[in-house]
């Protein structure tokens, strides 16, 4: 990583709570930001920075319906600071009144983003021309098709005019809140929620789309898709299950105190367990967690614990509990969180650490165990709020389960 982003990132280290006297002012207002991924391409979003009476800078990402508000901004002298919420990274850059320049870097996974934002420019994709089609509706997606690392997906989409609003759902979680424009025949897509930069650009006809997704400037995939009103991904129930020779589910991980915490202990017993495993990197994880937070908030009475194990891209013990403190504190976290591993969230190396499943095929990975200990249910990956309707089902069904299990 260059010298200017470790200086930088020192000056957040001792300077993180304070915005100091700086050369220039700050506008307040939409600004356009953009992220260089890879062939060159321009990943945009929107922010809307805003001063407090107190003159301390605030800023609003939006991704369609999403408003994510980071509030660890820090300046000195002519640079930046801005740290997203939850999640690891953040953006390290110079600015004037009326741009920022820098990098939007994950140390934990060496990555670093070319990153710029330009004052007063309210589109998200500049210059697009009308559109000379509508992609709404449900479309059967394959990504990196005829290879073996294929996958499928379901588009959900909803077009307005030109703008265009919706997500990829998979069989391991959604790609959350995509925002973007039908461009003549161009279909542009994207997120940056500050921890994944996510790009969809795709040719479209009024039945296919034929397009390549870019994640960050580390990774590229082509994927196609045809429209299909009826098409279903596999029930996420049916792809991860408890091996032969195994008849429950056993661990015992250190939680943030440094107590190893296992299903033996005495808080579990004769009660319905859920078990998330999980990473603090992971947005489909943060939309988990917060749905849980709200389940166990609104079902206080009720003989249910919860309890995640945390796989951290984290290089370090320590680093990876700062990362499980930070979200326990900013989501209000009212369970444990294990450090399950650390170093690296490789799935093959977290199936070695609970051996009795068959694969870890996506994190989240969600386990209910019924009062007598017997796992009764897994459920891969997780489809949030942006699958709108499927977050409402998931909802309904999460709740029937659990309250079938709590009268048994």
Known sequence: MRTSLIL??????????????????????????????????ILPFN?????????????????????????EISLENDS????????????????????????????SMDRSVPFKAVYGKT??????????????GLWETEFSPNTKDSYMAKGIFTQTDGKVNGTFRTNTGDYRFLEGVMDKDSLKLSAFDG???????????????????????????????IRNEAFELSSPDSLTFIKDGYDSLNFSFPDTEGNLVSLADEKFENKVVIVQIMGTWC???????????????????????????????????????????????????????????YGT???????????????????????FIDKKGKV??????????ATGDKYIDFKKDFTTFVNGLLEE
């Open 195 to 225: 921890a994944h930069a996510f790009l969809f650009l795709a040719k479209a006809t009024d039945s296919t789309l034929d397009g390549t997704f870019y994640s960050g400037n580390h990774f590229q995939e082509p994927f196609k898709a």
């Open 47 to 71: 922010f809307n920075l805003y001063k407090t009476k107190d003159n301390r800078f605030y800023l609003d990402i939006t991704n369609a319906e999403e408003i994510i508000t980071v509030d």
């Open 376 to 385: 009764r249910r897994i459920h891969t990956g997780f489809n949030g709020p």
């Open 8 to 41: 930088v990132t020192l000056l957040l280290i001792f300077n993180s709570c304070t915005q100091k006297k700086t050369p220039f002012k700050l506008n307040t207002g939409v600004w356009q930001a953009q992220l260089t991924v890879q062939d060159n391409q």
């Open 283 to 341: 947005p489909n994880c943060l939309d988990e967690t917060k749905f849980l937070v709200e389940y166990l908030n609104t079902n206080t009475t009720k003989n249910v614990e919860v309890v995640g194990l945390a796989f951290e891209y984290a290089k370090t013990e320590e680093l990876a509990f700062r990362g499980i403190d930070r979200l326990v504190d900013r989501v209000g976290v009212p369970y444990p969180i294990l450090l399950a591993q």
């Open 123 to 136: 589109d998200r994709f500049s210059g697009a021309d009308l559109p000379k089609l509508n992609v709404s």
């Open 80 to 107: 930046i600071i801005i740290k997203a919420p939850v999640f690891g990274g953040y953006i390290a850059a110079k600015y004037t009144s009326n741009s920022i320049e820098g990098d939007f870097v994950i140390e």
């Open 345 to 367: 969230s490789d799935k093959e190396k977290a199936q070695e650490k609970l051996p009795m499943l068959n694969h870890i095929l996506s994190y989240p990975t969600t386990i």
